[in-house]
């Protein structure tokens, strides 16, 4: 039986506004930390929020999101664990929720396994940057359809106009834009090579909404990429943010505010 009802994040897209998606690990700063942050995050404001799903060897990521990921590791968090603090998540918030992570272990959770449960407890989509897109394409599509959650895609200033094509007919959610080639960490400014690839893909007139990732830290860099997509997704900064918090509810909500420039 088909699972029909509309996507949390195609409903978010809906409503217009500059779309606010941000990043944080499971399990950090301490074990017991991920549904608090989620409700914050709505209580604040943000639109989407994307858990990362701890991962040795996050390859994506840069040096503060791979200490999140140990630290989160250390603290004994598993995807297992990560759907148990989930379970009744939507009694509580209504916001979008993606999960990120590695193939790996989702492969060894078994991976229908993990999009049966993403669909019991209310998850909308994942990011997967080592997902194969001809694997996802001939494997997965059709278990993703079935259980109405989105896979999302990067892109980067080297993918080709070809692939790219390929993606948004093939994927859905958004289109996760890699503002440069670097590993994820925030940035000061926008740089002019960047501002070229994102008119390069307003140009393309993609069917699926854009956000631009990686360097996105505060409200001037936030509007900069609003300028070009959707929105935009922030995570090294934010996971400075809760690594430094005393309290936690307060300074998500500064940190929210500041972003969208409502403070």
Not at 56 to 62: K, T, W
Not at 72 to 82: E, F, Q, S, V, Y
Not at 157 to 173: F, H, V
């Amino acid at each position: 039986m088909e699972l029909i009802q509309e996507n949390r994040i195609d409903a978010a897209f809906k409503k217009g506004g500059k779309v606010l998606n941000i990043y944080f690990t499971a399990g950090f700063p301490s074990f017991e930390d991920t549904t608090r942050i989620i409700k914050a995050l709505e209580n604040a404001g943000a639109d989407m929020v994307e858990i990362g799903m701890p991962y040795s060897d996050p390859v994506a990521d840069g040096p503060t999101i791979q200490e999140s990921n140990q630290k989160a590791l250390d603290g004994g968090m598993t995807i297992a664990h990560l759907f148990e603090q989930l379970e009744d998540i939507r009694m509580e918030v209504n916001i979008p929720i993606i999960l990120m992570g590695y193939l790996n272990p989702v492969m060894q959770y078994g991976v229908e396994k993990f999009l049966e449960k993403c669909a019991e407890i209310g998850i909308d989509g994942t990011i997967l940057p080592d997902m194969p897109l001809p694997e996802y394409v001939k494997d997965y599509q059709k278990l993703y359809k079935h259980y109405g959650i989105h896979n999302i895609f990067l892109i980067t200033p080297q993918t080709s106009e070809e692939r790219i094509k390929q993606i948004d007919e093939m994927s859905g959610g958004f289109i996760y834009m890699v503002a440069a080639n670097s590993i994820t960490g925030a940035k000061a400014k926008v740089e002019n090579t960047q501002l070229a690839y994102f008119q390069r893909i307003e140009k393309m007139e993609l069917q699926n909404p854009k956000l631009i990732g990686f360097g996105i830290s505060d409200n001037k860099t936030f509007e900069q990429a609003c300028s070009h997509a959707d929105g935009a997704i922030i995570g090294s900064a934010f996971i400075n943010l809760l690594k430094n918090s005393d309290d936690l509810e307060e300074d998500i909500t500064a940190f929210v505010k500041k972003v969208k420039g409502l403070s």
